[in-house]
T-cell receptor, first 115, second 112 residues
């Protein structure tokens, strides 16, 4: 059982480049989300999805797009990378969107540096 | 604005010590409070609390919630070097769909 798988683990981009961070889960979870973690800032929600075909914005959505065409996959797209997007990105999933009865399972993260 | 504040931000102790980590919150519509442990990579789930005064326990770790005073504590007794990690507190807020608001974390270092 792989859980939540994120690729790549590390990425370096130049300002203005675009890329997609991949996230896949094999637990048949309905809820998936993307967080970024910056020193001294904790985890901040970027986008989330409560099921295939449904996405919504979190706390810090600007500069990112998501789509949810299947239950398993939830890619995060950076449209035009900026140094402010240098961060560690975590994908997380849970059985439902109500975390009191289905805690989040996190992937191992993608460390992104934008120069 | 929903807010979760953890204290202290960092803590250094010796093996065998007992530590208490704090999490206070101000949110519009509380649903639950969760604790996670983050070592090198992914945060892993520790506890979920919804009711005041009921202690959750797992080995040397325990946690309790006070919904009147709006805080939770995470206790670790007889600390070991393997307890070194960042401990994250998150509050689930009911707002249309549920969302989790995370604190900044407490970095615990346990020295031998």
């Amino acid at each position: 059982n792989a859980g939540v798988t994120q690729t790549p683990k590390f990425q370096v981009l130049k300002t203005g480049q675009s890329m997609t961070l991949q996230c896949a889960q094999d637990m048949n979870h309905e809820y998936m989300s993307w967080y970024r973690q910056d020193p001294g800032m904790g985890l901040r929600l970027i986008h989330y999805s409560v099921g295939a075909g449904i996405t919504d914005q979190g706390e810090v959505p600007n500069g990112y797009n998501v789509s949810r065409s299947t239950t398993e996959d939830f890619p995060l797209r950076l449209l035009s990378a900026a140094p402010s997007q240098t961060s560690v990105y975590f994908c997380a999933s849970s059985l439902t969107g109500t975390h009191y009865n289905s805690p989040l399972h996190f992937g191992n993260g993608t460390r992104l540096t934008v120069t | 604005e929903d807010k979760v504040v953890q204290s202290p931000l960092s803590l250094v102790v010796h093996e065998g010590d007992t530590v208490t980590l704090n999490c206070s919150y101000e949110v519009t519509n509380f649903r639950s409070l969760l604790w996670y442990k983050q070592e090198k990579k992914a945060p892993t789930f520790l506890f979920m609390l919804t009711s005041s005064g009921i202690e959750k326990k797992s080995g040397r770790l325990s946690s309790i919630l006070d919904k009147k005073e709006l805080f939770s504590i995470l206790n670790i007794t007889a600390t070991q070097t393997g307890d070194s990690a960042i401990y994250l507190c998150a509050v689930e807020v009911r707002s249309g769909s549920e969302k989790l608001v995370f604190g900044k974390g407490t970095k615990l270092t346990v020295n031998p």
